[in-house]
């Protein structure tokens, strides 16, 4: 969706939301970064591993995402990450926010004073 | 015949050939370099090492027991270049600021692509930002100098060269000189070595 043109004016918006759609992602299940990348990929958020690990290792450390340990058939263990409790009311204000400057373009469209 | 490298990515051993495991060392370098202070930077590299073992085994079984320089390139591109998460996202600003990545230092080679002799002209020139002849012009210049007004062969700017040529570590590159002179590369094999310990394994001459 989109030509190149935008994508490119887009692409430092998308970066911006990259965090949140990781929220929104480990918030329905726990996930490993190749199911991540997996459900990325068909979007315009596509990224790789060498954007996502240090997201991730950020994220963490501010307490909005958790990993834990697991088995696998095809490896060694990986990591899983699911949302915390932090990331979960941390959602939500994105979601808020995000369904604000939704409303914020709607209204400037219409030509129509906005306020909060 | 053919050397191959045997190295260890988190608990697995893997045969590369050689420019693939050079690749894999200055993929690595980056990574490091482009994590700068951040604190997990150990974890993250473990992290890229664990994907990158998971896509090379798609490239062995059967009879493949070595990946070579062509697979680990598509691999590391599949991995992506490792981008510091210093920008402000989803409005946030809480990153600590300990955690900006610093910018890769500028390193000095010797750049054999395109060189007169051993490229360190091409080489200074590309850590100065300047045009490689104009380098030149002031190498050939020096020398001139010194016959015409010290009056014997130019043993100083002859022996500056041979050292420094000696002394500076060689890059062969296709890339355009600014990029050499920002590019974190491994200056030398054992450095390269030294830097993925963690990866390290036994070296193999194997017939292929």
Redesign the interface.
Known sequence: MGTPHLHEKFA?IR??????LILKIVSSDKVY??DMLQRLSTTEFA?????L???L??M???GTVDYEWQESD???PR?YYKLTAKGRSQLEE?SD?WAHINQTLEYLGRGEPCTK | MHKVIAIDL???VYQLDERGYDSLCRYLEH?ESR?GT???KA??IR??E??I??KL?RYLGGDRTVVTTAEVEQVLG????????D??????T???AG?APTAPPRRLYLIRDGAMISGLCAGIAAYCNLDPTLVRVAFVASAVIEIAYLDRPPVLTAGLYVLLMFLVPAKTTSEGPTQTAHEPVPVKVHRGVERVKALFGRVHHTPQ
Do not use: C, M, W
């Open positions: 430092s970066k911006g939301l990259l965090e949140f970064v190749a990224t790789q591993e060498g954007t690990y240090p997201l290792s950020k963490r450390r501010e095809a490896g060694p990591k994105l926010y | 988190n608990g697995r990574a994590l951040n604190p997990d974890e993250i992290d890229l664990q994907s073992g998971e085994t599949e991995v992506g270049p490792v981008e510091g998460v920008a402000p996202l989803a409005g946030h809480t990153v600590p955690a």
